[in-house]
C-alpha cells in the first residue's frame, strides 16, 4: 500500500484520483477563477478579467469553458440586450475550495522559511 496518499506510481498514474484532481483544477488561472467565484458568488467576464489583468480575454474564456465543462463553474446567461452572463460556483465546484484552502495554509506556512534567493538561477 502506498503510504503518500492516492498516487499510482509508474503507468496507473492518470488512473488516479491525485491526476484527476489536477487535470481539473490545473491550469495557470484555474484555481485563481475559482477562489473568485467562492469570494464573490457571482461575476461577470469582464469582472474576473479585471482581477486577473495578466490574462487575456481568449485565454479566460478557454478557462472558464473548460471548468464548466468539468462542472466546476456554471453560466447563467440572460435574455437582454446588451448580453448579460453570470459564472458562479457549482456544489462540486464548492466542495473544491477546501482543498484550496489546504493548499493556501500550507503555502502560507512553507513561504517564509523557504529561501527563493537560493534557489533562483
Not at 28 to 44: D, N, P, Q, S
Not at 81 to 92: A, D, G, H, W
Request: aromatic share 10%; net charge positive; glycine share 6%.
Amino acid at each position: 500500500m502506498n503510504n503518500t496518499g492516492c498516487a499510482v506510481p509508474g503507468p496507473d498514474l492518470e488512473k488516479s484520483g491525485f491526476y484527476y484532481t489536477l487535470s481539473v483544477i490545473g491550469g495557470k488561472y484555474k484555481m485563481t477563477i475559482m477562489y473568485l467565484l467562492a469570494e464573490h458568488k457571482v461575476l461577470r467576464h469582464n469582472e474576473i478579467h479585471r482581477y486577473l489583468e495578466s490574462v487575456s480575454y481568449k485565454t479566460l474564456s478557454v478557462m472558464l469553458k473548460e471548468l464548466m465543462a468539468d462542472g466546476i463553474i456554471s453560466r447563467k446567461e440572460y435574455p437582454q440586450i446588451p448580453p448579460k452572463v453570470e459564472y458562479s460556483l457549482t456544489e462540486r465546484g464548492q466542495s473544491l475550495i477546501p482543498i484550496l484552502n489546504m493548499m493556501c495554509d500550507w503555502g502560507e506556512q512553507n513561504r517564509k522559511t523557504y529561501n527563493f534567493s537560493k534557489n533562483s538561477k
